[in-house]
């Protein structure tokens, strides 16, 4: 097996040629791989980065505690090197990519209506952080029957406070693209 430090240093490498990439391109319209690959079905390449280092976090980790077996470090080591691969690829590409058209959603709403969204995002952000603090209260202080009720409600708030959070994040970074490329 590679030595963890030398896949690490890889990593680093990668990562801020990634950062530079997502900043330049912002996200695409479509996860950048298959789920089999990356669980966090990203639309960047940073967080794909971040969950390629998780994996080799977690062979140190198991390799220290004498947790790993064979077949475990097999399966582990091949989604690694796979996931490495496929960043490199990724990255490799970017300059033809570069020539490609842009996704139609990019270009759909004039900007002062994605301003206006993302206000309206805002607004509703803020509403439901309230609401999550509101049910996180009213869990603590629920009797034990009514326990598993209030931990349902706080958990439908805290879904909907993060589908608002990654709504207003796609919104703002369409902005950001669109300003970066009048």
């Known amino acids: 097996m590679v030595e963890l430090s030398k896949i690490s240093r890889l990593l680093e490498d990668l990562s ?39 994996v080799a976090d977690s062979i140190a980790r198991e390799q220290e505690s004498g947790r790993l077996t064979q077949a475990r470090a097999e399966y582990l080591t091949d989604r690694l090197i796979s996931q490495i691969a ?9 300059k033809i990519r570069s020539k490609e058209p842009k996704h139609s959603s990019y270009f759909r709403k004039p900007i002062n209506v994605l301003y206006q969204e993302l206000a309206q995002h805002q607004d509703w952000e803020r509403r439901l952080h309230e609401m999550v603090l509101d049910k996180q209260r009213a869990l603590t202080s629920a009797p034990a029957f009514y326990q598993q009720q209030a931990q349902q409600a706080l958990l439908t708030a805290e879904q909907r406070l993060e589908r608002c959070r990654a709504a207003k994040l796609k919104i703002e970074n369409q902005i950001t693209y669109r300003e970066k490329h009048q």
Do not use: K, M, W
């Open 16 to 54: 801020s040629q990634a950062a530079t990439v997502d900043r330049q391109r912002g996200e695409h319209h479509l996860p950048l791989f298959d789920e089999q690959l990356f669980q966090s079905r990203s639309r960047l390449l940073v967080p794909c980065i971040q969950e390629a280092q998780s």
């Open 86 to 94: 496929a960043i490199q690829r990724e990255l490799s590409t970017v």
